[in-house]
């Protein structure tokens, strides 16, 4: 049983209460309404974000895929009620608030929503422009990372990203996917990423934690049918790029122990790893560059302050005193909810240019 199975299955109950609660309080603020009215929407509400898993774990179809999507975005509508109302009993403690300016607050949800929504499903491409000094041309790297293929984001979104990416194809060498392709939601079947055939550049992917989730054989094998090269604690050479491809670690897979001789001289030195850690450590062995994913930037407010928080590296690129770059991008997909809200759902071009002596 997966981390994800596992997790979806221990928050069922719980997450089932808190609907019951929120509902609850949201009554309140209109006079109230018998709990019993409130105990079948709830476990209603628990049993969308249970059952479809199962069934999308073998065969993924469009009603599981519709059921997934309405309880992930019923998590970001239940998230920004909460919100909404802990702010209304808190003024309310002080002055009274009338039932229009409550209704205007609550309404203020769908709205957030709907633009939330649209932003996540809208992929931008952004600019960051990085100097070497072993560089023999000027290489434009497209990284991406987080693309989360699954029951919420099936495959229209590896249709958005090809079509993107072929776009892109005239001003860049490669493609450089920062692990989670997949989020472990749905089955992935072989040819679930084709679309990336169509692609004329090399496209790079190391597997990060939830391609793990529903079977990484799975991944790697649409992958390699897809003509996408996967580094799976391997190297490969493209022109002056050494590219090594970390591997996630996590439960009884050991993240490997690398050392010098992963460093060729002469070459800038790429670390694909998904997640933006050990950064320092990998400077000192020689990495001139890492390329990572995992935190989404937060994906939308207010989870963004707490990524901050969490996350030493959040997104965007970084450069220290070693002049050793990281790159982390906020993903194209999403993580459960399909919302976003402050971070792009992007492609990053990374300009790899000489640095100037």
């Known amino acids: 049983m997966s981390f994800r199975t596992r ?34 929407p709830a476990i209603l509400i628990g049993a969308i974000h249970l059952v479809p898993m199962f069934f999308e774990a073998r065969k993924s179809t469009v009603f599981g895929r519709f059921l997934t999507t309405l ?12 919100i909404d109302i802990v702010l209304i009993y808190l003024v309310g403690l002080f002055v009274s608030i009338p039932l229009w300016i409550i209704c205007i607050l609550l309404a203020i949800v769908p709205v957030l929503g709907i633009y939330n929504y649209h932003k996540a499903h809208k992929l931008v ?24 293929f699954g029951s919420v984001r099936h495959k229209p979104i590896i249709r958005q990203i090809s079509q993107k990416l072929k776009e892109l194809e005239k001003d860049c060498d490669l493609a ?6 997949a989020d472990g939601s749905s089955v ?25 989730y529903i079977g990484i054989d799975s991944v790697i094998d649409a992958c390699k049918n897809a003509g996408i090269i996967v580094l799976d604690n391997d190297s ?12 996630f670690s996590f439960d009884d897979k050991k993240k490997p122990e690398l050392d010098k001789s992963l460093i060729k ?29 995992h935190t989404h930037g937060g994906q939308f407010y207010p989870a963004i302050f707490f ?41 990053v071009i990374l300009k790899l240019r000489e640095a100037i002596k």
């Not at 299955?9 to 309404?33: C, D, M, N, R």
């Not at 600019?127 to 290489?139: K, P, Q, V, Y």
Request: proline content about 4%; glycine content about 8%.
């Open 71 to 82: 309880d992930c975005v019923g998590m970001w509508v239940s998230l920004m009620f909460l």
């Open 188 to 212: 992935v079947e072989k040819d679930d990423f084709m679309e990336f055939k169509d692609v004329n550049m090399p496209i790079i992917f190391t597997p990060g934690n939830h391609d793990f």
């Open 7 to 40: 997790r979806v299955i221990l928050s069922a109950p719980f997450y089932a209460l808190f609907e019951f609660f929120l509902l609850k309080y949201i009554f309140l603020l209109f006079g109230g309404v018998n709990d019993l009215y409130l105990i079948g």
């Open 265 to 293: 001289p002469g070459f800038v030195n790429v670390l694909n790893y998904h997640v933006p850690y050990y950064w320092k450590e990998f400077s000192q062995l020689g990495f001139d560059l890492q390329l990572s994913g």
């Open 176 to 181: 450089i996917i920062s692990g989670d392709l």
């Open 307 to 347: 990524a901050e928080l969490i996350f030493k590296y959040n997104m965007g690129l970084f450069k220290n005193n070693l002049g050793k770059y990281l790159h982390v991008t906020t993903g194209v997909g999403s993580m459960d909810p399909p919302m976003r809200w402050g971070t792009d759902s992007e492609l």
């Open 125 to 148: 491409v952004n600019e960051e422009t990085l100097e070497f000094e072993n560089l023999t041309r000027d290489i434009n790297i497209v990284h991406l990372s987080d693309v989360h």
């Open 236 to 247: 490969i050479e493209f022109e002056c790029l050494n590219i090594f491809g970390l591997t």
